[in-house]
């Protein structure tokens, strides 16, 4: 996956989230559930975008490891918001899952930044 590729996916990914949080119902603990899912859903796609213009190798794997962290903080706030019977498992297993994605490739590509090789025995 290209940067540009990645970049446009992770502000899809804040974008469905956007659109998740603005269906929520009212109420005061969905408000709260959704402030914190909202902030870490569209933080990933800023961090991402800041990771892609470092100025060093040690900058670019910093914003990836925050990338990372707000991608699975996204995960646990839908978690949460099914544990908690706010939502149905179904309206969340597509963003769970574009979650998921996004720390799967996140941690792979700071593993390359960091120059670790998988050694075959």
Known sequence: MTPEQMRDRTKAFALAVIKFV???P???V???LGYQLLKSGTSTGAN???ATRAQSRAAFVAKMAIVE???DETAYWLELLV???IVPRSSVAGLL???DEVVAITV???KTARGYHVRHT
Request: hydrophobic share 35%; charged share 40%.
């Open 30 to 32: 969905s408000r709260v």
């Open 69 to 71: 962290e707000e991608a």
């Open 48 to 50: 991402y975008r800041a």
């Open 97 to 99: 899952r574009e979650a």
């Open 22 to 24: 603005q269906s929520l």
């Open 108 to 110: 792979s590509s700071i």
């Open 26 to 28: 009212n109420d005061k």
């Open 83 to 85: 544990a908690a019977d």
